[in-house]
């Protein structure tokens, strides 16, 4: 049985029925995800890395105790997984490292951040694995702000301006969000059997517009009790934004160096960027609640 479903605007056919994104009638698809043998490793390869290589036209990646994936030219999924391994595993892979992958093969960067939407334009959340982009995502969103993606954000060029194509209405977040938010752990699927972490809904709180980006913050924290949001400005900016690719070593091993400098730079020019740093020794909601107070997102 094949399942059609759609994130980042690609219709993908998938004989995975994956939870996080929303079914479509049966049609055309710009992606097929089927079950297969994936090989041992690639043909001419041109860069290896920790559980993945990459030639010209396929990407290898392998998650031990998940599944292997063979992406072929940002059109065609392999997934071979690993005996015991569940679909809500191979689905969170699916959905980052491999969506990220797919993106570069069809000259879409693929940045590290939540986003929502502000006006006409959209606003990213970066930082660090665990530095609280989702946690201040759904914040927003208690705010009435809309969502357009909570991990992997989706950058291309259009008439002259960056912008974010939106992922899936669906978001990861801990437990202690959970019960923070008062959301009920018994309706959201759990992303993988050994950790508290849950995929939650954001179907009723989600932007499916691709909108220019406006500003980023980089979340980060520190020891000492202080708050502080500071911009970034010049040449300074670039670099900030290379640091914050999702899944860095991919577009080297993609060859997409040149995409990546040239999407980078416009958006260095586009945006206003914002570095956040936090105590550590303040909660995150009180911490974010300072955040709206401080910034122009009040």
Not at 140 to 160: N, P, W
Not at 200 to 211: M, R
Not at 284 to 297: C, K, P
Request: with cysteine; glycine share 4%.
């Amino acid at each position: 049985m094949n399942y059609y479903l759609k994130a980042f605007d690609l219709v993908i056919k998938s004989e995975f029925p994956f939870q996080a994104i929303s079914y479509l009638e049966k049609g055309f698809f710009d992606v097929e995800v089927v079950k297969g043998a994936c090989p041992i490793s690639l043909e001419k390869s041109i860069y290896q890395g920790v559980n993945f290589e990459a030639n010209e036209h396929a990407f290898l990646l392998k998650i031990p105790t998940v599944a292997n994936f063979l992406i072929q030219e940002g059109k065609k999924v392999f997934i071979e997984p690993v005996e015991g391994a569940e679909n809500r595993e191979i689905e969170l892979f699916f959905l980052g490292s491999v969506m990220a992958v797919i993106l570069l093969q069809r000259d879409i960067l693929p940045f590290h951040g939540s986003a929502f939407q502000k006006g006409d334009k959209c606003i990213i959340i970066s930082g660090k694995s665990g530095a609280g982009k989702s946690t201040l995502l759904h914040h927003f969103v208690k705010q009435g702000y809309k969502a357009l993606t909570d991990d992997v954000a989706a950058l291309s060029v259009h008439e002259d301006k960056i912008v974010l194509t939106p992922s899936y209405p669906s978001s990861k977040i801990w437990n202690d969000i959970m019960e923070l938010y008062e959301y009920d752990e018994k309706d959201n699927l759990q992303v993988r059997p050994s950790i508290r972490k849950y995929r939650y809904s954001l179907e009723k709180s989600f932007c499916y517009q691709s909108l220019p980006v406006e500003a980023i913050y980089i979340l980060s924290e520190h020891n000492d009790t202080t708050f502080s949001c500071t911009e970034e400005k010049g040449i300074n900016k670039f670099s900030i934004l290379q640091k914050n690719i999702y899944r860095p070593f991919f577009p080297k091993a993609l060859k997409k160096e040149k995409l990546t400098f040239s999407i980078l730079n416009r958006l260095a020019q586009q945006i206003s960027l914002f570095r956040i740093i936090r105590s550590s020794s303040i909660k995150q909601h009180e911490a974010f609640n300072r955040f709206a107070q401080e910034t122009m997102l009040k």
